[in-house]
């Protein structure tokens, strides 16, 4: 996979991009604004076996937007960028011998800003560096079924809700790719990291309550402003 994104990089330089791209000085200076979006999609399906008695199945889907602002001088870009994310998991938990049923949804959403960095060189690429604060809010939903007699269920229900707030980071490179009149298409890698701590109570924090990292592909637009 690694190798698929820097095949990707290096025929976007050299291939697909205009030659005036390169028959100029860099014009990226200024103001500038704009935006990343990223996509997330996954369906998974778990049968059971001789060791395992339980059938499982997932659905993961996500969308999340990454706004800033900046100003580039010279090889630098710094700037501040806001951070949203929804992600919702619903699941089905099933026991094949005893027929009980688990079903869960969480839905999550991830809000953020940060202080950036970037070193602009060659042209059209970058790399970043940002940190900053993330506050986090996950719902969950569950509800357990016990089979009975004559295609009967008992059962209950359990919902509850818990926020969190932590300092970030985020870090990764891109390309900025001109398509005239100062607007740019963009396509970055970010490793983002999160130390969250509970605050469901909204006063003090409590213990940690997530702690973790995660790599996106986003792709967005820019402008450069005269």
Do not use: W
């Amino acid at each position: 996979m690694k190798k698929f994104y820097v095949a990707i990089g290096i025929s976007l330089c050299t291939g697909f991009l205009p030659s005036s791209a390169f028959a100029r000085r860099d014009s990226r200076d200024g103001f500038n604004f704009g935006t990343h979006v990223r996509f997330s999609s996954l369906d998974e399906s778990r049968r059971a076996n001789a060791i395992n008695d339980r059938e499982t199945s997932s659905n993961v889907s996500g969308v999340g937007y990454s706004p800033y602002i900046g100003y580039a001088t010279s090889n630098f870009n710094i700037g501040l960028a806001g951070f949203s994310q929804s992600e919702n998991i619903s699941g089905q938990e099933t026991n094949t011998r005893s027929g009980d049923t688990i079903d869960k949804t969480i839905n999550t959403r991830t809000t953020g800003a940060s202080l950036f960095a970037r070193l602009l060189f060659g042209r059209v690429m970058y790399f970043e560096l940002g940190a900053g604060g993330y506050s986090q809010t996950m719902s969950v939903n569950a509800e357990y079924k016990t089979a009975e007699v004559a295609g009967q269920f008992s059962g209950h229900q359990e919902a509850f809700k818990v926020t969190g707030t932590g300092p970030g980071y985020h870090l990764g490179m891109g390309l900025e790719i001109p398509m005239g009149n100062g607007f740019y298409f963009n396509s970055a890698y970010l490793l983002r990291d999160m130390q969250l701590r509970d605050n469901s109570d909204g006063s003090e924090l409590g213990k940690q309550l997530a702690s973790g990292s995660a790599r996106a592909l986003e792709f967005g637009f820019s402008h450069y402003l005269d």
